[in-house]
Each structure stands twice: as C-alpha cells, then as structure tokens.
C-alpha cells in the first residue's frame, strides 16, 4: 500500500499545484507554462523511479530513418547540448550517474536514456493537449508559452536521449567484444 500512496501523493500535490497556478495566473502565463512541465516531471520521475518500467519496447530502437541519430544536428541537437553543458545539467547529471567504462555501467545509462525519453513523451503528449485545449478555446497567442516551453523542456530532450542511444548502444557492443 505505502508503494502506491508514493505514487499517488506526488500527482496529488502536482495536481494541486498546477491548479492554484491556473487560478492565479491563468492558463496564456509562462509561469502556468513553466510549472505545469515540472509538476508533470516530478509525478512521472515519482513514477519511473518507484516502478522501474522494462521500457523493452521496440520504439526505443534506432530506426533507419534516424541513421544512428545523424538527422538530430539537424533540429539542433547540439546546440542544445551544449546549453545544457553551460547550465550545468551535464554537471549535475554526470554526478548523480557517472560514466564508468564497464557493460553494467554502460547498460544502466542506456536504460537511462530510454527511462528520460518514456517520461519525457508522456509529459510532451500531456502539455501538447493543453497547449491545443488552449490555443482552440483562447487563440494561438494565448498557447505559445506552452508551445515554446514543450519544445524546449520536452521535444528536445527527447531527441537528445535517440540522439545519445545508438552511440551508447555501439560503445556497450565494443566492450562486449
């Protein structure tokens, strides 16, 4: 029980949050924008850390048509990268996961990259309903910090994670050999 009552009460206090927000400030504000990503961060991460989904699906392989992630510079994968060098996240992210060269090591940060992108989807699909909820019911205008946040926040993200996959995948074959 105390397992499921983890899961609940962080989308419970999220909820909570996203509504107060929503009063206060209305649905067209950045800050409405800003915390409905990182409340839905904090219950999806609540979610994929306490149920450790497989995520074995066959989505989370390179398809052809992303060559090994060569099309990802193309939507400025890099650049962003290295935004979030300049932030520090790669910091941050290296300290609480760091890269040994070992298989076990290697494995666990693929899984990582496919645990970051599932929560990443589920939030991009959730903010994307609104900000069209939004867009439809109040006018584009009022939806574009929805947008802009959802690309930045959670589009890119994403294409960082099929971006870094297939070179994680080739460096875990290297080691096996």
């Known amino acids: 029980m105390p397992?499921?009552?983890?899961?609940?009460?962080?989308?419970i206090i999220s909820l909570l949050v996203i509504y107060g927000?929503?009063?206060w400030k209305g649905v067209d504000s950045f800050l409405f924008a800003w915390i409905l990503n990182f409340m839905l961060m904090i219950s999806v991460f609540s979610f994929t850390q306490r149920l450790k989904p497989k995520l074995t699906s066959n989505y989370y392989n390179p398809k052809e048509w992303e060559k090994e992630g060569k099309i990802y510079p193309f939507f400025g994968v890099s650049v962003f990268r290295k935004i979030l060098v300049w932030i520090g996240w790669e910091k941050l992210n290296k300290k609480t996961n760091p890269v040994k060269k070992s298989v076990d090591s290697l494995l666990h940060l693929e899984y990582g990259t496919r645990q970051s992108e599932f929560g990443h989807l589920i939030i991009f699909f959730i903010v994307l309903a609104v900000n069209i909820f939004v867009a439809i019911k109040f006018g584009f205008l009022k939806?574009?910090?929805?947008?802009?946040?959802n690309l930045i926040l959670?589009?890119?993200?994403?294409?960082?994670?099929?971006?870094?996959r297939p070179r994680l995948k080739r460096a875990i074959?290297?080691?096996r050999s």
Do not use: D, E, T
Request: proline share 6%; charged share 10%.
């Open 143 to 149: 939806s574009l910090w929805l947008l802009i946040l």
């Open 154 to 164: 959670n589009f890119y993200p994403i294409i960082v994670q099929r971006y870094n």
């Open 173 to 175: 074959k290297a080691n």
């Open 3 to 11: 397992k499921y009552l983890n899961l609940i009460f962080p989308l």
């Open 21 to 23: 927000v929503l009063i």
